[in-house]
């Protein structure tokens, strides 16, 4: 099978290793070229800690290495996929504009899909002429290891891409849920809530961070506490996402709160930046 990624950020990296490693042939692309080689050599150190772990072969890694291309043109990387999947801005007019000219580029027969974690699939959809090939696949941070992807079904999807979306999931060694095209769908609305609450706690001096994210790691067998989480996917993601979900659902919970804004106004934004609600140094 041939998938072509688009957008070679955190995202589109993982999805592009897990497509490799599951024998895919994976044309890697980004609007901007300067993204490209650091993906590429991200992906490469996950070979090569799989190896290093005992989980991969050598021989693996060689021959996943031959699987795996950048390609800088958007139409060239498309051009032959059975799978396009997007890994971009979390951007609502972005992504429309992108899937109106992957519509145009990828064949006809090729399954479109967005990893958007918040925003409408249908909407991101209105612009194509065929919007039933539009299905959502939500992939999770750190994708090679989380097991988890939504599978999101808008009104007007083909019930053939649905299943399509499924398999594939389930080949890339994930476990699919499928749900409806509501705001938030189920993984954001209930994770963000946590997090926004987190955050609440912390401006507020109940708990330090560290200890905060500790309640949930060892009292609710959480692998990651909601703060540190926030760093690992951004804080502009995160506030762009509760941000969304405060003016669709209009419930307070939503509501992003002022410790969030001032991080991401002051260019705190987590892992990528340096530094978000904890200081890293990698």
């Known amino acids: 099978m041939k998938v072509a990624v688009v957008g070679a950020g955190t995202m589109g990296g993982g999805i592009a ?7 895919c042939s994976v044309a890697l692309t980004d609007i901007r070229p300067e993204a ?12 090569t800690g799989g190896v290093k772990r005992g989980k991969l072969e050598e021989a693996d890694v060689a021959a996943a290495a031959t699987r795996l291309r950048a390609d800088r043109d958007l139409a060239s990387a498309v051009a032959e996929a059975d799978v396009v999947i997007e890994a971009v801005v979390e951007d609502l007019g972005v992504k429309q504009r992108l899937f109106a ?4 580029a990828a064949p006809a027969e090729a399954l479109l899909a967005t990893n958007t974690s918040s925003l409408s699939v249908a909407a991101i959809a209105s612009g194509m002429r065929r919007p039933g090939r539009l299905v959502g696949m ?10 988890l992807v939504e599978v999101v079904a808008h009104a007007g ?7 399509q979306a499924v398999e594939l999931a389930r080949a890339f060694g994930k476990e699919p849920i499928i749900v409806q095209d509501a705001p938030g769908f189920a993984s954001s609305r209930l994770g963000v ?16 961070a560290e200890d905060i994210d500790k309640a949930m790691e060892l009292g609710y067998n959480h692998p990651m506490g909601p703060l540190k989480l926030t760093d690992l996917v951004g804080l502009d993601v995160r506030l762009a996402i509760a941000e969304y979900l405060h003016r669709s659902l209009e419930e307070p919970q939503f509501e992003p709160p002022r410790i969030l804004r001032d991080k991401v106004a002051k260019g705190e934004l987590g892992r990528k930046t340096g530094k978000g609600f904890y200081t890293w140094s990698d």
């Open 17 to 23: 290793y897990v497509a490799t490693l599951a024998g």
């Open 138 to 147: 939500h992939f999770f941070n750190p994708v090679p290891a989380m097991k």
């Open 157 to 163: 999807v083909n019930r053939a891409a649905v299943d």
């Open 36 to 47: 490209i080689p650091p993906a590429i050599r991200r992906i490469g150190d996950l070979f």
């Open 193 to 208: 809530v946590l997090g926004l609450e987190a955050m609440r706690m912390l401006e507020q001096g109940v708990a330090s």
């Open 101 to 104: 000219e992957l519509e145009r």
